[in-house]
């Protein structure tokens, strides 16, 4: 089929806008070729103007025909939704594909020749042949069902050869009349395929890493531009490359045991590339309270963290707070997430929107691109500290520098404490190095410079007022409760958190408080203590966790933890016991059992474990774990641990006091 051959006259009105057309270098051209592109330029400008043919131009070699020929190269379609303008005046360069036009006729030694172009005319002719091969390979590429898992060259070819078959194609026909039946054809045609259709199934068939990265350097700009500090701030959370150990106390000594990958959520302002905040979790998934202790420690400029004997408080952090003593709590404009669900909880939508006074910007999930920033700050945590540790995971499973992480962590003996320092260590390198993005310098001296307006720009900080009266910063918990109670039963106003009773000294002697809704204030990191609020603000009291738990400062995750083993049988507490210790007691004798493979630690155990350690310091370890004494063990069986634990913490007198809560125990005595 012959291209329509075009005139100023029929050719379409949006393809002659010469002042858009993509400008030409003819620098590398000898002078000859220079002057005819050069004359040919203005010509067709005129003819495009509505200007006569000039006969001057024969005199160069450029007649009617060669200006009509070059005007439709110029408004030629290029596949991209423009014309190719001005390039086409170039020598040499097509501007139209190969396309056969005259019937396959074998020709050549062997009768080998004389096939170009024999696939695009068979596709042309076969329009059938070619939609569903095109669908297969689609199918394919996006690992569709019913379908391959990745795009086989060998498999399309099959594909192809079947279609042809089911078509009718006879054997004196191409592809049948070769010896190899098109393969070749067939491979490039699928080549051809993979780049044209790259954005529909580079995640397929490269994986999610590569759909991910190309999407960046696209050659569009961002319109989330950072102009200033606290401007726009990315906040992401991140596996830390190596693996850390844990100490458990036993008899025999210190048994140490690898813990789960050490994750953080790390805070980062786009402009400077500071980090503001971060927050170190020892758990498996990180949650939406972790989230606000993050972006509380970046508002704060304080580490998140709670320094108790066996900690020392470092000289500089590396955080902002550290560098520029003026400098108090700031807001930022603008917070990128990803569409995380702890990001989208109502604690951290809401109540951090309102108290920093921010916008949140959710972007999609693992399109790191939209928060390169952040990512390009865990690259290098990963590079220049974490991947240094001989007990390395590596990028991969088949990382070489991966040398049984588990046994070099145990080995190491990398304390929870020093998990921290190192952690604490690569983020003040981080703030401390110069880079191309800061001119030379580094964030925090950049930082400083804004805040005294060295540059003389007057810079304006986006500082936040101090709290209300009664309004909850960013580290406390904000949940609604009910006063719970019986004046029939004796049973003074208290409430319920996280399935224990608290009470206080006014709440306990106002009885009109009862099945009222309250407000309470939950410090995540010690809730032996709630401050307690009525509806309208008014504070009641700062009610504490009676009974059991209130022997030992401890987290809410450690409550729930410890709460589940007890609800599922694993750990029995007597009234007068402290859950925290008896909990210890059990890891320590699964500890000193562990010889037998019978009973071993949990991940999840250990994982607590360290978790409280980092909440509360080495205190933790050293005053709430009693020494497992030799008689209390040598006569347990590790297979009826959990069992025989139950039944020691148990007896006669405790099972009376255990129904307290009811106060039914003495009710036949009173009777």
Known sequence: MTAPRFTRSTAPRDRMDYSCWDPISIDGYDAQARRKISLLTAAIKDYIDGHPFSPSLVDDGIYRETLL????????????????????????????????????????????????????????????????????????????????????????????????????????????????????????????????????????????????????????????????????????????GFIGSIGIPTPEGVRWFPIE??????????????????????????????????????????????????????????????????????????????????????????????????????????RFERRATVENVFGGLERLGFCRLQSTVGNSPVDPKRQDAEKAAVKAQLHVKEILDLIESVIVDHNK???????????????????????????????????????????????????????????????????????????????????????????????????????????????????????????RQLRKHINGLIQDGYLSVGYLDCPVNRYLELISASVRHESTKKLGISKKDLSVVAASQAEHGDQFANEATPPVEESSTDDIQSSDLPGQLAQESLSTEEDEFLDYDELTAFEGVVA
């Open 261 to 366: 990958r050490v994750t953080i959520i790390l805070v980062v302002d786009r402009w400077l590339r500071l980090i503001l905040g971060y927050k170190v979790i020892f758990r498996r998934e990180a949650s939406a309270d972790d989230v606000l202790d993050a972006m509380n420690s970046a508002v704060s400029h304080e580490a998140p963290r709670n320094y108790c004997e066996g900690y020392e408080v470092s000289s500089t952090i590396g955080l902002p707070d550290q560098v520029v003593q003026s400098l108090t709590q700031h807001g930022f404009n603008q917070v990128l997430f990803d569409n995380a669900l702890i990001h989208i909880a109502t604690e951290v939508s809401d109540r951090a929107r309102d108290l920093i006074g921010c916008d949140f910007n959710f972007g999609p999930v693992r």
């Open 69 to 240: 020929r070059h005007f439709n190269r110029c408004i030629t379609p290029d596949g991209s939704g423009h014309v190719f303008g001005w390039r086409g005046l170039c020598p040499g360069l097509r501007v139209r594909p190969n396309e056969r036009r005259k019937a396959l006729v074998q020709s050549g030694h062997g009768k080998r020749g004389g096939l170009s172009g024999a696939l695009s005319l068979f596709l042309r002719q076969y329009d059938h042949v070619a939609g569903q091969f095109e669908q297969y390979l689609l199918a394919n590429a996006r690992r569709s069902t019913g379908h391959e898992a990745r795009l086989r060259q060998k498999s399309a070819h099959q594909k192809f050869i079947q279609l042809c078959e089911e078509a009718g194609i006879q054997e004196c026909e191409w592809p049948f009349c070769t010896r190899r039946k098109g393969r070749e054809s067939i491979r490039q045609h699928v080549d051809r395929f993979l780049e044209l259709r790259y954005d529909d199934i580079v995640g397929t068939q490269f994986g999610l890493r590569a759909k991910a990265r190309s999407h960046t350097s696209t050659g569009y700009e961002s319109r989330l531009l950072a102009c200033r500090p606290f401007d726009i701030v990315e906040v992401d959370e991140h596996k830390c």
């Open 433 to 555: 190095k110069g880079a191309k993005s800061n001119f030379g310098s580094n964030p925090l001296a950049r930082l400083k410079a804004a805040r005294h307006d060295v540059d003389g720009i007057g810079m304006i900080f986006p500082s936040l007022p101090p709290l209300a009266p009664g309004v909850a910063g960013l580290d406390v918990s904000v949940v609604q409760l009910v006063i719970r109670g019986s004046k029939d039963k004796g049973r003074r106003p208290y409430f319920t958190f996280e399935g224990e009773a608290y009470t206080g000294i006014e709440m306990a002697r106002d009885w009109s408080l009862l099945d009222k809704p309250v407000i309470g204030h939950v410090k995540r990191h010690a809730i032996s203590e709630i401050r307690v609020f009525s509806r309208s603000g008014a504070y009641i009291d700062a009610a504490k966790v009676m009974g059991r738990w209130r022997h030992t400062e401890h987290s």
